[in-house]
């Protein structure tokens, strides 16, 4: 695999952004009939875009489900605000499933939940919005795939920034030859976390079904102290979770190549000693042929700084060199830098001279627009389950590298597994928790 040079960039993803019907009709809509959705999980995200998708004239929110209903009261509220209309509130999924008259899942839970939860509903014919990161392991990501190609769903991942006009022209950018061949792309994730909290277990509280949490991980002892997000048991980690949205962007940006030929990490728990098993500190390279993907990730570094939402959504750039969320783009004819969730792009040319600048917006609403339209008209949408695989891939790939040892792998497309170092298949697919297994045949 070469470079990214215009020729091979037109093969890349804008062939594929023509959406293509994919998906025959199996439900036809009126010009005035609304699409019904369920939602699970009730967490920030998931109550955020309960309340985005009840404030549409084109949905409404039917059911929201969390097994802990302490989160009830606050989602009912905003969505019966929004669409003046209460939800059914349930602990458990499958009465959304259950329910012939729901078209859509939207599903907001941690990442443990996200593949089967998913399958599940494909199953039981729904379309999905999925949050990201998309799976919690390679295997499950194939296994989503395939159950939504199966049941013929429109399956959404929650990497909205595919779905801003403003990620477009800086594709076109590249594609025009301005940046020359692109050989290096440096993902950056770098931010201040909290450290964990230290407490004993607990009793579970009432009202919340702790088994249906856990569902398919393992049931460990009820601790209010424990960061899911912090334990490989439930998590593709808060690095993972987060620059899933720069990958997802870098891929876009060369060409939706899916797959590198080997992986890299580096680093480990270097500053936050609190018990967690995920790395506090990694930097991954990617190989592509002639061209290399750089990531790096670190959360312990408060000079860092997520965009704000007031320069998001203005005619502002980031301060780059203090950016924790960029994209460097580095060509042999130029640069580029590019912010996620808004932010825009610049692009310099060989002497370091600003040549072009686009201003960015983020696109939420626009990502939420892609998954009613596909809904309705059953094209693959903006980020496909297929893409959103791609995309969590790579985390998984950084993850199993520092899992034995920061070894360099390498590995195989055909079958999705490594050939270089065997005790890294073993982290390909977890065990799972009866009866919430992912089964082989979906």
């Excluded at 890299?264 to 018990?275: F, P, Y």
């Excluded at 959360?299 to 460097?328: A, C, H, N």
């Excluded at 195989?412 to 799972?432: D, L």
Aim: proline content about 6%; charged content about 25%; some cysteine.
């Amino acid at each position: 695999m070469k470079s990214l040079n215009r020729r091979e960039f037109v093969k890349g993803s804008l062939g594929m952004l023509a959406a293509s019907t994919v998906f025959p009709e199996r439900k036809s809509y009126s010009a005035n009939e609304k699409v019904i959705i369920g939602v699970m999980g009730l967490g920030g995200r998931g109550t955020y875009l309960a309340e985005r998708f009840a404030s549409r004239l084109d949905a409404e929110i039917a059911y929201l489900c969390d097994p802990d209903t302490r989160r009830f009261a606050r989602a009912r509220n905003v969505v019966e605000e929004a669409q003046d209309k209460r939800p059914k509130m349930v602990q458990d999924f499958r009465r959304i499933l259950d329910d012939a008259g729901v078209d859509a899942l939207i599903n907001a839970t941690p990442d443990h939940w996200h593949a089967l939860g998913t399958i599940m509903a494909c199953q039981a014919d729904k379309d999905v919005y999925v949050e990201k990161p998309m799976a919690h392991n390679i295997w499950e990501g194939r296994k989503m795939i395939e159950a939504a190609r199966k049941y013929k769903r429109v399956v959404q991942v929650g990497m909205q920034s595919r779905s801003a006009p403003y990620m477009k022209k800086a594709v076109e950018y590249i594609r025009s030859g301005k940046l020359g061949d692109v050989h290096l792309i440096r993902v950056f994730n770098m931010m201040k976390h909290p450290m964990m909290r230290k407490g004993p277990d607990q009793p579970v509280p009432e009202g919340f079904d702790y088994d249906m949490w856990c569902g398919p991980a393992p049931k460990l002892p009820y601790n209010p102290n424990r960061s899911w997000l912090n334990q490989w048991e439930y998590s593709c980690g808060p690095i993972a979770g987060d620059a899933v949205h720069q990958l997802d962007l870098a891929r876009y940006l060369f060409g939706d190549k899916p797959y590198p030929d080997t992986v890299s990490n580096t680093g480990g728990i270097c500053a936050l000693r609190d018990g967690r098993e995920i790395p506090d500190t990694q930097l991954a390279a990617y190989e592509y042929g002639e061209f290399t993907l750089l990531s790096e990730s670190a959360l312990w570094m408060p000079y860092m700084k997520k965009t704000p939402s007031s320069v998001r959504d203005s005619d502002k750039f980031p301060d780059w060199p203090f950016s924790s969320t960029k994209i460097e783009v580095m060509g042999t004819e130029g640069f580029m830098y590019v912010g996620r969730h808004g932010g825009g792009w610049q692009a310099y040319d060989a002497n370091g001279d600003l040549v072009r600048s686009e201003y960015g917006r983020q696109a939420d609403k626009e990502h939420q627009d892609n998954f009613i339209d596909c809904i309705r008209t059953r094209k693959k949408p903006n980020t496909d389950v297929e893409q959103g695989h791609y995309t969590v891939l790579l985390s998984h790939l950084a993850n199993i590298s520092y899992r034995v040892g920061n070894q360099k792998l390498v590995f195989n497309p055909k079958t999705e597994s490594f050939v270089n170092v065997p005790e890294a298949n073993k982290y390909i697919k977890r065990t799972y928790r009866p009866p919430w297994v992912v089964p082989d045949m979906v």
